[in-house]
């Protein structure tokens, strides 16, 4: 099948398909086109085969039934429901027409940009208080010691009463910067050089 080939020298595991309008009308992945895609052990002769193939179309394997975001979303929402609905990419859509796809890979890429996964620096994971100001006492600290904070995520912690802090910090060496988060943290869950 053509779009299997494609997909696979493409390296894209889904395929919007749009109507002659540019209205989307349905998406075709990787999955479908190998499911209906024939087996080796099959007793058919290769002259059926083709000829089975042949009458196949793209809206015959085709889901209709698509889940769409528009481009405005934010993107943690649209994580939320490829996260929710256990999908791995979304068409994006301004007034029914196709305007892009989100995928998982594009938010790992923003995940890895989120934590600076580029960047060198010491990364640190803090478990902190969950009190107003806390953050900002952190990143004052990191301020004064002359740290340059090339990433900052906060993260769920061990209860309702803290959360974790993962910031990537440049400028400042490890054992200055452990020295002078320490006191703030109720515990320091990890320190390294990246």
Same mark, same amino acid.
């Given at each position: 099948?053509?779009?299997?080939?494609?997909?696979?020298?493409? =390296?894209?595991?889904?395929?919007?398909?749009?109507?002659?309008?540019?209205?989307?009308?349905?998406?075709?992945?990787?999955?479908?086109?190998?499911?209906?895609?024939?087996?080796?052990?099959?007793? $058919?002769?290769?002259?059926?085969? =083709?000829?089975?193939?042949?009458?196949?179309?793209? +809206?015959? *394997?085709?889901?209709?039934?698509?889940?769409?975001?528009?481009?405005?979303?934010? *993107?943690?929402?649209?994580?939320?429901?490829?996260?929710?609905?256990?999908?791995?990419?979304?068409?994006?859509?301004?007034?029914?027409?196709? *305007?892009?796809?989100?995928?998982?890979?594009?938010?790992?890429?923003?995940?890895?940009?989120?934590?600076? +996964?580029?960047?060198?620096?010491?990364?640190?994971?803090?478990?902190?208080? !969950?009190?107003?100001?806390? $953050?900002?006492?952190?990143?004052?600290?990191?301020?004064?010691?002359?740290? &340059?904070? *090339?990433?900052?995520?906060?993260?769920?912690?061990?209860?309702?009463? &803290?959360?974790?802090?993962?910031?990537?910090?440049? !400028?400042?060496?490890?054992?200055? $910067?452990?020295?002078?988060?320490?006191?703030?943290?109720?515990?320091?869950?990890?320190?390294?050089?990246?």
């Amino acid at each position: 099948m053509r779009p299997l080939r494609q997909m696979r020298d493409r =390296h894209i595991r889904r395929l919007p398909v749009v109507d002659a309008s540019g209205k989307l009308v349905g998406i075709v992945t990787e999955k479908d086109l190998l499911y209906v895609s024939p087996s080796p052990a099959t007793s $058919l002769s290769i002259h059926e085969l =083709h000829y089975l193939l042949s009458k196949l179309t793209i +809206a015959d *394997v085709m889901t209709t039934d698509i889940i769409t975001v528009p481009e405005d979303m934010l *993107v943690e929402e649209a994580a939320l429901i490829m996260s929710d609905k256990k999908i791995g990419g979304l068409p994006v859509v301004r007034d029914a027409r196709l *305007v892009g796809i989100i995928t998982e890979t594009d938010l790992f890429k923003l995940f890895l940009e989120l934590l600076g +996964a580029r960047q060198r620096g010491v990364r640190v994971t803090l478990l902190l208080p !969950d009190v107003k100001g806390t $953050l900002a006492k952190v990143t004052a600290a990191i301020a004064q010691q002359g740290g &340059n904070i *090339v990433a900052l995520g906060t993260f769920l912690g061990e209860g309702p009463t &803290n959360f974790l802090a993962t910031i990537r910090v440049a !400028d400042v060496p490890k054992d200055v $910067l452990i020295k002078t988060l320490q006191p703030l943290a109720l515990k320091m869950i990890d320190a390294r050089e990246v």
